[in-house]
């Protein structure tokens, strides 16, 4: 058997599924129903981002199966730099905008 036969089942794909809905409605219900302070809110969002993304990567993605888990590794710190440089340069323009106007 070759590793692209080793997929999950039905069960992790639609556990995945509804664990992603779950943390994509309890951001928008916090910011709709403002609950929370604009620091305390941002925080909130990131972290439940964060979680979200371990989600995808175990239950879609497959990260820890395979032959070769130490790619799979490298891998994962490479896109985590480049998130933490894309959410941090975006909130560092927001915040410098929101000082200009």
Same mark, same amino acid.
């Given at each position: 058997? #070759? &590793? $692209?036969? #080793? $997929?999950?089942?039905?069960? %992790?794909?639609?556990?995945?599924? *509804?664990?992603?809905?779950?943390?994509?409605?309890?951001?928008?219900? *916090?910011?709709?129903? $403002?609950?929370?302070?604009?620091?305390?809110?941002?925080?909130?969002?990131?972290?439940?981002? *964060?979680?979200?993304?371990?989600?995808?990567?175990?239950?879609?993605? $497959?990260?820890?199966?395979?032959?070769?888990?130490?790619?799979?590794?490298?891998?994962?710190? *490479? &896109?985590?730099?480049?998130?933490? %440089?894309?959410?941090? &340069?975006?909130?560092?323009?927001?915040?410098? #905008?929101?000082?200009?106007?």
């Amino acid at each position: 058997m #070759n &590793g $692209h036969e #080793n $997929h999950g089942s039905s069960k %992790t794909y639609i556990m995945g599924f *509804l664990f992603s809905i779950i943390l994509t409605i309890i951001p928008l219900w *916090l910011v709709i129903q $403002h609950v929370m302070s604009k620091s305390m809110l941002t925080v909130s969002i990131l972290l439940i981002a *964060l979680l979200q993304l371990i989600i995808q990567f175990f239950f879609f993605m $497959h990260i820890r199966e395979g032959e070769k888990p130490r790619y799979h590794v490298m891998a994962l710190v *490479l &896109g985590a730099v480049m998130v933490f %440089t894309i959410v941090a &340069g975006s909130i560092w323009i927001m915040t410098f #905008n929101s000082q200009v106007h």
